[in-house]
Nanobody, 128 residues
Framework: QVQLVESGGGSVQAGGSLTLSCDTSGYTYISYCMGWFRQAPGEEREGVALIDSDGRTTYSDSVKGRFTISEDNAKSTLVLQMDSLKPEDTAVYYC??????????????????????WGQGTQVTVSS
């Protein structure tokens, strides 16, 4: 059974950095789309960054240039490096995965429900 487990959340001041990790060791599909999503209180869950099995990445406009999504295949880990954090980045961050690589074509909300596997989330709090 596939289980995704996030870690690395915490509290940081604005301008600081955090690195989120998602253990994907139970996910063994050759073709896939994986990504990071976030949900702030009272808001809908939104896509932050995606990466497919060819290494192509997509970022939301709000994090482009500040966040970097990557994979550590040796450790079966999905990573989100977050730099220059802002208070508006405060949210619960979730990793997600699906074997349909086409889900990485867009961060549009309509594709979000199609991700099969989700982690439990990790809290990121950025203070001003």
């Amino acid at each position: 059974q596939v289980q995704l487990v996030e870690s690395g959340g915490g509290s940081v001041q604005a301008g600081g950095s955090l690195t989120l990790s998602c253990d994907t060791s139970g996910y063994t599909y050759i073709s896939y789309c994986m990504g990071w999503f976030r949900q702030a209180p009272g808001e809908e869950r939104e896509g932050v960054a995606l990466i497919d099995s060819d290494g192509r990445t997509t970022y939301s406009d709000s994090v482009k240039g500040r966040f970097t999504i990557s994979e550590d295949n040796a450790k079966s880990t999905l990573v989100l490096q977050m730099d220059s954090l802002k208070p508006e980045d405060t949210a619960v961050y979730y990793c997600a995965a699906d074997q349909r690589r086409g889900l990485c074509s867009s961060l549009h909300a309509s594709l979000r429900p199609f991700f099969t596997y989700w982690g439990q989330g990790t809290q990121v709090t950025v203070s001003s």
